[in-house]
């Protein structure tokens, strides 16, 4: 399982734009999404061990901080030809499975990723209510077969703090996944594929 590390965007990037496909049929962009409310944006898929294993706690924390305030949306920017398992007809099926009750959105060109310069699943970007980057980072520090605790600490922390209206720590653990599945040769050049540290 080679494991792959977040690019760590700049803070302070504003959210890149999107428009694509939810599973529920319909088109979910940026613009539709609240002006005022901090926001969530996690690429993430189906398959991966590294979102299989924060599966449940991504329902939880989905539920949790939608009520307190928070927008949450997912992505998968896949290339399905290759891994069929994350078709859209299978997102809509693990979402349901999931209780993923937050957007769960199709990215077929890869064009957001590369927009959000997302290298790994789950890549976690977390915007305040200017939609300006605050936080770019892991879940927390557990990892399939590490035994430590699936708590979420690390964006929680990043979470309560922004909808506090409080400064988020600059020192942030990157992200650890397996690197999204870009098309054929179409890897962007911030991605290099190298294993993380």
């Known amino acids: 399982m080679v494991k792959t ?8 990037s504003p959210a890149p734009d999107f428009s694509l496909p939810n599973v529920d049929g319909k088109t979910l962009s940026l613009s539709d999404l609240p002006k005022d409310k901090p926001l969530l944006v996690m690429f993430i898929c189906n398959h991966c061990p590294f979102v299989l294993h924060l599966k449940s706690a991504l329902a939880e924390f989905g539920d949790e901080y939608q009520k307190k305030g928070l927008t949450v949306v997912a992505i998968s920017s896949n290339d399905v030809e290759n891994y069929p398992d994350d078709s859209p007809e299978k997102m809509k099926e693990m979402a349901q499975a999931s209780g993923w009750n937050f957007p769960y959105l199709y990215d077929e060109s890869q064009d957001v990723a590369k927009a959000y310069q997302a290298a790994c699943t789950p890549d976690l970007f977390l915007f305040d209510k200017d939609h300006k980057l605050v936080y770019r980072g892991q879940f927390d520090d557990s990892r399939p077969g590490n035994g430590l605790p699936v708590n979420g600490a690390d964006l929680r922390a990043a979470a309560d703090a922004v909808l506090a ?4 720590p600059e020192q942030q653990k990157p992200s650890i996944g397996c690197n999204i599945k870009w098309k054929e040769g179409a890897a962007p050049n911030y991605f290099t594929g190298q294993p993380a540290v």
Do not use: D, I, Q, Y
Not at 5 to 12: E, H, I, W
């Open 5 to 12: 590390a977040s690019t760590m965007l700049p803070l302070g």
């Open 165 to 168: 209206g409080k400064p988020v």
